[in-house]
Structure formats: C-alpha cells, structure tokens
Nanobody, 125 residues
Framework: QVQVVESGGGLVQAGGSLRLSCAAS????????MGWFRRAPGKERELVAA????????YYADSVKDRFTISRDNAKSTVYLQMTSLKSEDTAVYYC??????????????????WGQGTQVTVSS
C-alpha cells in the first residue's frame, strides 16, 4: 500500500496564499497519479487538482483554475498544492490521493485511491 500524509493547512485571510504538501511512502511514488480533493461543510467531495505520474499532464477544477498550482517532486516523494488568491469558498478539508489506476481518457478519475488524513484550510473574510 501507499501511505500519504498532508500538511500545510491553516487559517488564512481572503486573498492570501497557502502551500499544501503531501508526502508519500510505501511504494514507488513516481508511478502514481496524485491529486488533491476537498470537502467543504455540506458539500460533496471535489477533485481540485491532479498531476500525472510523470508530471506531464495536470488537471484543475474550474473553480480553482489560474489560482492553484499542483506540482510534484518525485525525488522527495512529495506533491504540492500552491494556493493563491484564496476565497472563503475554498474553506474545506483537503485530502491528498494517490492512484495507479485510471481511464484512458480520464487518468485523473482516481477510481481506487489511497487517501491521506486530510488537512484543514480555513479562509476568513
């Protein structure tokens, strides 16, 4: 199995920035697509951003496009989510996910991921 641990959440003012980190262990990190999900109170879980195992392709939800950036450092077995221009609606628990599966046209589907424990991001306004 793969273990993933998130860090970097916290309280930030609207318009501010945070950088989340996700450290993976247990398997070869470089062969897994990595993603960030979030779940806000009263809402369904949402895929925020994803990055291919080789880092070539990325995916972003429309709600965060041009504000968030996902990246990975396979040498450190770590994936990052740089969040800028944060809004109150970004408040959620953010979860890191790792998945070696996927569909031909949707590698970011995460059909059976390993999950991190989550890290809270709170944006005040």
């Amino acid at each position: 199995q793969v273990q993933v641990v998130e860090s970097g959440g916290g309280l930030v003012q609207a318009g501010g920035s945070l950088r989340l980190s996700c450290a993976a262990s247990g398997r070869i990190f470089g062969y897994y697509a990595m993603g960030w999900f979030r779940r806000a109170p009263g809402k369904e879980r949402e895929l925020v951003a994803a990055i291919m195992w080789n880092g070539v392709g990325t995916y972003y939800a429309d709600s965060v496009k041009d504000r968030f950036t996902i990246s990975r450092d396979n040498a450190k077995s770590t994936v990052y989510l740089q969040m800028t221009s944060l809004k109150s609606e970004d408040t959620a628990v953010y979860y890191c996910a790792a998945d070696s599966h996927g569909y031909a046209s949707r590698w970011y589907a995460f059909p059976d991921p390993f999950w991190g424990q989550g890290t809270q991001v709170t944006v005040s306004s």
